[in-house]
C-alpha cells in the first residue's frame, strides 16, 4: 500500500508544479504562432495563389491577361509570384512595352483578371469614322462594309469554331460574328462604327490595314469628307 501511495503523490506534486508551467508555455506558444501567421501572410497567400493559378488555371504560359491595372503576356510562373511582358500603358493598341513585370500569386484572390486567350480567342475591336454632315454616308457605310468584309472573311469561319468550342466550357454564345458598321451622329458630324473580331494580338495590325484602305477610298470620293471639331465665327 506504502509503495502506491509514495509515486502516486510524488505525481501530484510533479504535476502541481508542471501544469502552471504547460500552461504558460502554451500561450508562449500561441504568440509564437500567431506572430508567424502574421509575418508568412504574404508568403503563404502567394503560396495559396500558385496552387490557385495551377489547378483552377485563370490563365497559362503564352496567355494575354489583364490582372488589375497591368497588362500583358504571361510568360513564367512559379511558387510566389508569376511575369508577364507588359503591353499598353503608353503604347497605343496593346504592343509591348518591353517592360518585364513581376506580380506576387496573391493577387488573384485580390483583384479581376481578364484573359484574352483562353475560351474565345477573339475579341471584339471598333474603329470609329467621322464624316461631316453633308457627306454620303450612305456610300461612305457601304465603302466601310466593304472594306471590313475584305478584312475578315477568314476570321468568321475560324471564330465560328471557337465559339462552338467555348460554349462546352464557358457561356460565350454570339448569334452574329460578322462585322457590322454602326450608324450615330454626334456634334461634328455622322459616325460610322466599325465592329469586328479580330485577333487581340493582331489589333493594331489590322487597325493600320484598315485604317490605310479606309483612308484610300474616302479620299478617292469627292462627296465623302472626315469631319473633325470646328468652331465658327460670326460677325
Not at 47 to 56: S, T
Not at 113 to 131: D, P
Amino acid at each position: 500500500m506504502l509503495s502506491f501511495i509514495i509515486p502516486f503523490t510524488g505525481v501530484l506534486l510533479i504535476g502541481a508544479i508542471w501544469v502552471p508551467a504547460f500552461k504558460q508555455f502554451g500561450a508562449f506558444l500561441g504568440l509564437i504562432t500567431a506572430g508567424l501567421a502574421i509575418a508568412l501572410k504574404d508568403p503563404i497567400t502567394n503560396l495559396a495563389g500558385w496552387l490557385f493559378i495551377l489547378f483552377r488555371k485563370p490563365f497559362v504560359l503564352g496567355d494575354r491577361v489583364q490582372v488589375g491595372n497591368h497588362t500583358g503576356d504571361i510568360i513564367d510562373i512559379r511558387l510566389f509570384q508569376f511575369t508577364m511582358l507588359e503591353i499598353g500603358n503608353w503604347v497605343e493598341a496593346d504592343q509591348s512595352t518591353g517592360r518585364i513585370i513581376h506580380l506576387p500569386n496573391g493577387r488573384v484572390f485580390l483583384e479581376p483578371q481578364a484573359n484574352y486567350s483562353t475560351g474565345f480567342e477573339y475579341i471584339w475591336n471598333e474603329i470609329k469614322v467621322l464624316i461631316t454632315f453633308e457627306s454620303n454616308w450612305e456610300k461612305a457605310k457601304s465603302i466601310l462594309e466593304e472594306i471590313i468584309n475584305k478584312h475578315t472573311k477568314d476570321v468568321d469561319l475560324k471564330a465560328e469554331k471557337e465559339i462552338l468550342e467555348a460554349s462546352k466550357n464557358y457561356m460565350i454564345y454570339y448569334k452574329n460574328l460578322t462585322p457590322i458598321v454602326y450608324t450615330s451622329v454626334k456634334e461634328s458630324g455622322v459616325q460610322l462604327t466599325i465592329r469586328y473580331l479580330c485577333n487581340p494580338r493582331r489589333r493594331r495590325g489590322s487597325e493600320n490595314e484598315i485604317w490605310e484602305n479606309i483612308l484610300i477610298e474616302i479620299n478617292a470620293h469627292k462627296d465623302i469628307d472626315f469631319a473633325y471639331p470646328t468652331t465658327r465665327f460670326y460677325k
